[in-house]
């Protein structure tokens, strides 16, 4: 690219597919209004016979296998934010993309070969040139863990168009009972358990573009990325260590040096009502505080949405620009970050573009 490219990674596209809206305008719609998803599962029932409560994507046909059901999740989100970059088409523009998944878990119904076809034909489809998938696995940091490369790919000038998101679904009747046996569930069986959370699904992507890029091919830009960091928590969940927040400790403090002094204008966290989270996210805050503009500036989607897993990332990217652009955040700058049971803390810093007021 040269020594002129500009080491800047816009956002000019965002798709989003959840339980609670079916587009990235209606999910982002929605969250601000404070509604949610939730309802019983059709079938799968827990150890004391009530069906889970579970948030479902309004999208597809639910009786479809659970790998193609995963793929058109992700193809219907990966193709809305291809939108952003509509005026490019025919140019034969490479666009690579990465992708976050779930963990390895039963019911985890992640058929590569299948997603890379379906993604290909997506981006082909969309008018630029498939350019290869790159998968990345690793819970609910796995979408954010996706975008940080390829954010990374933007600003090293290896690419200058890229595709970033995550899908994700805990709703096979495998990983709600799995997810029972480890306690992890809201309301199962007959403890009634209140500190669980409720499974969901879902799928997120943003298109991002250098900034010469963004210049020359003329497109819209709504939000830069301006720091993206990973870190590693040592006590993951069922670890016989207590968390006591060291990996998001150090994540605050790398994206807080990002900062340049200012202070984040709202926070986009995933504690989704378990303990465990809420334990990391409490230690951290004290450790690393003093970042945030106002402390209970912070929202939690999966009140909404339920937990989307892997897509979380790539999904709160997605909220906070729309809350940018639509002129609802009470500032331009925001943190992102998800957490994964296996230690990953991912996260990023957002400067969104704030309409000026009339």
């Known amino acids: 690219m040269g020594p002129e490219h500009d080491q800047r990674a816009f956002v000019v596209g965002v798709g989003a597919v959840t339980a609670v809206g079916l587009s990235a305008a209606s999910t982002a719609a929605a969250v601000r209004a404070g509604l949610n998803g939730f309802g019983q599962h059709a079938f799968a029932v827990d150890s004391a016979g009530q069906a889970f409560t579970v948030a479902r994507c309004p999208f597809g046909d639910p009786d479809r296998a659970p790998a193609e059901r995963i793929r058109e999740l992700a193809c219907g989100a990966l193709q809305e934010a291809l939108e952003g970059v509509a005026s490019i088409r025919g140019r034969g523009v490479r666009a690579p993309v ?53 954010w990374q790919a933007i600003l090293s000038g290896t690419e200058e168009l890229v595709v970033a998101g995550a899908v994700d679904s805990y709703l096979e009747p495998e990983t709600l009972e799995w997810l029972e046996q480890r306690d992890q569930v ?25 900034a010469d890029a963004a210049q020359r091919w003329g497109l819209s830009d709504s939000m830069e990325i301006v720091a993206g960091s990973l870190a590693r928590e040592p006590h993951g969940l069922g670890s016989t260590q207590v968390c006591t927040g060291v990996g998001l400790t150090t994540l605050f403090r790398q994206l807080a040096s990002r900062l340049d002094g200012s202070r984040a204008d709202c926070l986009w966290t995933d504690m989704n009502g378990e303990p465990y989270r809420a334990d990391d996210f409490g230690f951290a805050s004290i450790r690393a505080g003093g970042w945030l503009a106002d402390p209970s500036a912070f929202v939690t989607p999966a009140d909404c949405c339920g937990d989307v897993g892997a897509a979380s990332g790539p999904l709160y990217v997605v909220l906070a620009e729309a809350a940018c652009r639509k002129a609802y955040a009470t500032g331009p700058l925001h943190v992102v970050y998800t957490s994964s049971e296996a230690g990953e803390r991912c996260g990023f810093v957002l400067r969104g573009a704030m309409p000026k007021a009339r």
Do not use: I, K, T, W
């Not at 070969?113 to 819970?139: H, I, K, T, Y």
């Not at 809201?186 to 250098?210: D, I, K, Q, R």
């Open 98 to 150: 990465f992708l976050g998944v779930g963990q390895s878990r039963p019911g985890c119904s992640v058929e590569r070969p299948m997603l890379e076809s379906a993604f290909e034909q997506v981006v082909s489809d969309g008018g630029l040139r498939a350019a290869g998938v790159r998968l990345v696995q690793a819970g609910n940091a796995a979408g954010a863990m996706a975008l940080l490369e390829a």
């Open 186 to 210: 809201h309301s199962a069986g007959s403890h009634n358990n209140p500190y669980g959370f409720v499974p969901g699904e879902g799928a997120a992507f943003v298109a991002l573009v250098s």
